[in-house]
């Protein structure tokens, strides 16, 4: 299988969490693929009409995309314990999370994209605001949430790490941590995992 990411991207994060989580980096070779949303690239365009990362080339379905597709794949494809609950309400709590962390993504990758991309002349900050409110929101309900996942580390605790890694790598002046106690001392001792270690953004 051939993974096509960048260091930078927190959904491709994802996926690379989840490929060290199950045991399956030996099977994936990792491509490091620069995308912009205003110069397309023509090679990743082969793979996913999409043009954006993660893209995952399998033997036998062709080139999945999206984190939650690929990350679901890959969890089909070893028999350790399963990042996606088969049935019932854990399933739908795990896929909630899941949501939550892909929705606060969305909004920081747009922050970012209004900043670093779009010319200054056009930046609406009434826009970014609203994008920052849905990340800020999100951090509260993980704060008043991770009590309650223990040792977990699933497709929802996944997300949200990669959340909280996103936002100190682009975003440090956030300061998330200042008012959210236990969600800092979630992130500190997952941090701490070789997953996670393995996949900080650069």
Same mark, same amino acid.
């Given at each position: ?131 920052? %409110?849905? &990340?800020? !929101?999100? /951090? $509260? ?8 996942? +223990?040792? =977990?580390? #699933? ?5 949200? %790490?990669? &959340?909280? !890694?996103? /936002? $100190? ?8 941590? +200042?008012? =959210?106690? #236990? ?20």
């Amino acid at each position: 299988m051939r993974l096509w990411f960048n260091p930078a991207s927190p959904f491709a994060r994802k996926v690379r969490v989840a490929a060290r989580e199950t045991g399956l980096t030996g099977r994936i070779e990792e491509i490091n693929t620069v995308v912009s949303p205003v110069k397309p690239n023509a090679g990743l365009a082969r793979e996913n009409p999409l043009v954006k990362i993660p893209a995952l080339a399998t033997p036998d379905l062709g080139t999945l995309y999206d984190s939650a597709v690929i990350c679901e794949y890959l969890d089909s494809l070893h028999r350790g314990t399963s990042l996606f609950p088969g049935a019932g309400p854990e399933r739908w709590r795990a896929l909630r999370l899941q949501a939550l962390g892909d929705g606060m993504l969305e909004a920081s990758v747009l922050m970012r994209y209004e900043s670093a991309v779009r010319p200054e002349s056009l930046q609406w900050s009434d826009w970014t605001a609203g994008q920052l %409110a849905k &990340v800020r !929101g999100g /951090l $509260d309900a993980l704060e008043q949430e991770c009590p309650g996942w +223990g040792e =977990r580390f #699933a497709i929802g605790q996944i997300t949200a %790490a990669c &959340v909280l !890694g996103y /936002l $100190d790598f682009r975003f440090p002046q956030e300061a998330w941590r +200042g008012s =959210r106690p #236990a969600l800092a001392r979630w992130y500190e001792r997952i941090a701490q995992r070789p997953s996670v270690k393995a996949t900080v953004p650069a």
